[in-house]
Every structure is written in structure tokens, then in C-alpha cells.
């Protein structure tokens, strides 16, 4: 299973070492040792990044990497990756559970109903998003 954690690797190792908007071509030996993915893996995630918009004229061979790094891809690196976008999520989705408890304090009873449901809504999530740890 591919990891957030292991396509930020492969994001921290594009930005680092390849220059953005130029075509490269990266060793994939050096390239699957710093990362410490298999090949498969490897392919996948830059796939996965091609069709985000991270990269551009991505052709992955076992002896090298040819491909252009997007400015996108080291925006999105330079604003927590992968790991950072499910930690926003997480905290935003605490964040809506405090505020229906407070609201759920302040309503009457004729409005609990809605604030019940709000409230099942975002348990449920903050549940699913455990299961993807």
C-alpha cells in the first residue's frame, strides 16, 4: 500500500534535486536507494503525480527517470506534503466537532435533532480517516 508518508519521500527528492520547469533525467538506482521505495511503488506515485499536475513528460525506466517537475509540486512540498494535507484535514474536521458540541450547548431542544446529525456526520469521518493511518 502506498503511504502518504512514502509519497512524500518522492516529493522531497524531486525538490530537492531537480530543477522545476526543465526536463531531467534522474539515475532511478540513486533515486529508489533515497527514497527507499521499490520500482513499482516508485512508478506509481510518479504516475499518481503526473496526473496531479506535478509533473510533466514523465517516462520511467529501470535504469533512469526522464521528467519535468512542475513549480506546483514544490508548492505543495513547501506547505507540508502529503502528511500535512491529511493533518489540516484532521485538525478542521476536531475543529467542526468542538464547534457542534458548542452549538449543541446553545440550541434548544427543537434543534438538537440537526445538531445530532452534524454531529454523527463528523464522528463518522473523523472514524474513516483513522482507518487510513
Same mark, same amino acid.
Given at each position: 500500500?502506498?503511504?502518504?508518508?512514502?509519497?512524500?519521500?518522492?516529493?522531497?527528492?524531486?525538490?530537492?534535486?531537480?530543477?522545476?520547469?526543465?526536463?531531467?533525467?534522474?539515475?532511478?538506482?540513486?533515486?529508489?536507494?533515497?527514497?527507499?521505495?521499490?520500482?513499482?511503488?516508485?512508478?506509481?506515485?510518479?504516475?499518481?503525480?503526473?496526473?496531479?499536475?506535478?509533473?510533466?513528460?514523465?517516462?520511467?525506466?529501470?535504469?533512469?527517470?526522464?521528467?519535468?517537475?512542475?513549480?506546483?509540486?514544490?508548492?505543495?512540498?513547501?506547505?507540508?506534503?502529503?502528511?500535512?494535507?491529511?493533518?489540516? &484535514?484532521?485538525?478542521?474536521?476536531?475543529? &467542526?466537532?468542538?464547534?457542534?458540541?458548542?452549538?449543541?450547548?446553545?440550541?434548544?431542544?427543537?434543534?438538537?435533532?440537526?445538531?445530532?446529525?452534524?454531529?454523527?456526520?463528523?464522528?463518522?469521518?473523523?472514524?474513516?480517516?483513522?482507518?487510513?493511518?
Amino acid at each position: 500500500m502506498i503511504t502518504a508518508e512514502m509519497k512524500d519521500r518522492v516529493l522531497k527528492c524531486l525538490c530537492e534535486n531537480a530543477q522545476t520547469e526543465a526536463h531531467v533525467d534522474i539515475n532511478t538506482k540513486v533515486f529508489l536507494t533515497e527514497t527507499r521505495l521499490e520500482f513499482n511503488d516508485l512508478n506509481s506515485i510518479l504516475s499518481y503525480f503526473e496526473r496531479l499536475g506535478f509533473l510533466e513528460d514523465l517516462n520511467c525506466r529501470q535504469s533512469n527517470i526522464f521528467l519535468t517537475l512542475k513549480i506546483e509540486a514544490n508548492d505543495f512540498f513547501l506547505r507540508g506534503g502529503f502528511i500535512g494535507q491529511e493533518v489540516l &484535514l484532521k485538525s478542521n474536521i476536531e475543529k &467542526l466537532l468542538l464547534e457542534v458540541e458548542h452549538l449543541e450547548k446553545q440550541l434548544g431542544p427543537n434543534n438538537l435533532e440537526t445538531v445530532n446529525k452534524l454531529s454523527t456526520i463528523a464522528s463518522a469521518i473523523m472514524s474513516g480517516l483513522s482507518l487510513f493511518k
